[in-house]
C-alpha cells in the first residue's frame, strides 16, 4: 500500500522551477523534440535537427529552453552534441509531488 508523502509547505523558488518547466512544455515544437529523444534515446543534433525538419540555429534555441528547465540532458563528444531526455526529471513532474500541494486531502 503506499504511503502518503508529508505536506510540503512550497516557497516561491520551488514554484519558479515549476514555471519554467511548464513554460518549456508549453510549446508544440519542444513536447515533438522530447518525444523524439523517446523514441531514439541519445541524438546528436543534426540528426534530431533532420527528424525535426528544423534548422539547427531553430533547434538550438528550443534545446536551450529544454536544457534550463532540466527536461534534457546534453553530452558532448567532440563537436558534436548528443541529446536525451531526462526521464527522472520528466517523471518527478508526472509525480505526486505537485498533486500533493494542490488538494486539500494532502497526497494522491
Known amino acids: 500500500m503506499k504511503q502518503p508523502q508529508a505536506a510540503i509547505e512550497p ?3 520551488f514554484f519558479e522551477q515549476y514555471e519554467a518547466k511548464f513554460k518549456a512544455l508549453a510549446e508544440s515544437k519542444r513536447l ?15 540528426d534530431l535537427a533532420d527528424a525535426m525538419g528544423m534548422a539547427q540555429s531553430k533547434l538550438s534555441y528550443h534545446l536551450k529552453i529544454l536544457l534550463d ?7 558532448s563528444d567532440g563537436v558534436w552534441n548528443y541529446y536525451s531526455l531526462n526521464h527522472a526529471e ?3 513532474l508526472l509525480s505526486d509531488e505537485l ?10
Do not use: Q, Y
Not at 498533486?99 to 494522491?108: L, N, P, Q, V
Open 11 to 13: 516557497t516561491d523558488a
Open 32 to 46: 515533438r523534440i522530447m518525444h523524439e529523444l523517446t523514441r531514439r534515446g541519445s541524438v546528436c543534433v543534426c
Open 69 to 75: 528547465a532540466e527536461l534534457i540532458t546534453k553530452e
Open 90 to 92: 520528466v517523471n518527478r
Open 99 to 108: 498533486c500533493c500541494i494542490f488538494r486539500r486531502s494532502g497526497c494522491c
